[in-house]
Nanobody, 130 residues
């Protein structure tokens, strides 16, 4: 399994921006073989999918609540996936996780089923003040 480490979380004001990074290491496959997903979990709520990207950015998906505000991208050479978050809202406050799997593509079904992902990072806290 590939190991993942998130970074870039922190405190932002509503309307502000943050960029999360997900750095990958290890694993037997190059990063571009994996679908990478970003998930988040707010206190008292279930983990929800936010966005995903298939290999070489062939396809991306965003949940409705972040469309037009968040952008996912990947740099396979740097083994890093990014989540640029603009127009932050208080409702975006959560722990954000990245996850990877080599068996699937980025589709609405996949991003809505976190259990399909084999590898997970430890998470990074994002707090948005209103």
């Amino acid at each position: 399994q590939v190991q993942l480490q998130e970074s870039g979380g922190g405190l932002a004001q509503a309307g502000g921006s943050l960029r999360l990074s997900c750095a990958a290491s290890g694993g037997t496959l190059e990063l571009d073989y994996y679908v990478i997903g970003w998930f988040r979990q707010a206190p008292g709520k279930e983990r929800e999918g936010v966005s995903c990207v298939s290999s070489r950015e062939a396809s991306t998906y965003y949940v409705d609540s972040v469309k037009g505000r968040f952008t996912i991208s990947r740099d396979n050479a740097k083994k890093t996936v990014y989540l640029q978050m603009n127009g932050l809202e208080a409702e975006d406050t959560a722990i954000y996780y990245c996850a990877a799997d080599s068996d699937y593509y980025c589709t609405p079904y996949v991003i809505n089923h976190p259990s399909l992902f084999d590898s997970w990072g430890q998470g990074t806290q994002v707090t948005v003040s209103s």
